[in-house]
């Protein structure tokens, strides 16, 4: 059984900084990337970041570029995404997920491709 577990979401104001944390387990687990995505209230869920282990190439999407960087350990199955500059429209629910494989042509960008997930974190930013 694989666990996903995301930390240190909460409410910071616009401008400021948040880093989230995301450790993935299990027995004889191992990914092909991690990645970030979020989902505010009302709105579908949208890709933010990810990471491809082979290579360490990382995707962002553009509303995040330049202020958000996402990082990670392989070997611990670890990633991080350090959250800068931190706008209102940021304000969501952050969920942290990961791959075993290379499913679809979006990958790996596309949620469809990730087969575990954390239960989210919430990043608030007031104005």
């Known amino acids: 059984q694989v666990q996903v577990v995301e930390s240190g979401g909460g409410l910071v104001q616009a401008g400021g900084s948040l880093r989230l944390s995301c450790a993935a387990s299990?027995?004889?687990?191992?990914?092909?990337?991690m990645g970030w995505f979020r989902q505010a209230p009302g709105k579908e869920r949208e890709f933010v970041a990810a990471?491809?282990?082979?290579?360490?190439?990382?995707y962002y999407a553009d509303s995040v570029k330049g202020r958000f960087t996402i990082s990670g350990d392989n070997a611990k199955n670890t990633v991080y995404l350090q959250m800068n500059s931190l706008k209102p429209e940021d304000t969501a629910v952050y969920y942290c997920a990961a791959a075993r494989g290379v499913y679809y042509w979006d990958y790996p960008r596309g949620p469809r491709n990730y087969d575990y997930w954390g239960q989210g974190t919430q990043v608030t930013v007031s104005s």
């Open positions: 299990g027995r004889t687990f191992s990914s092909t990337s």
């Open positions: 990471i491809k282990w082979s290579g360490g190439s990382t």
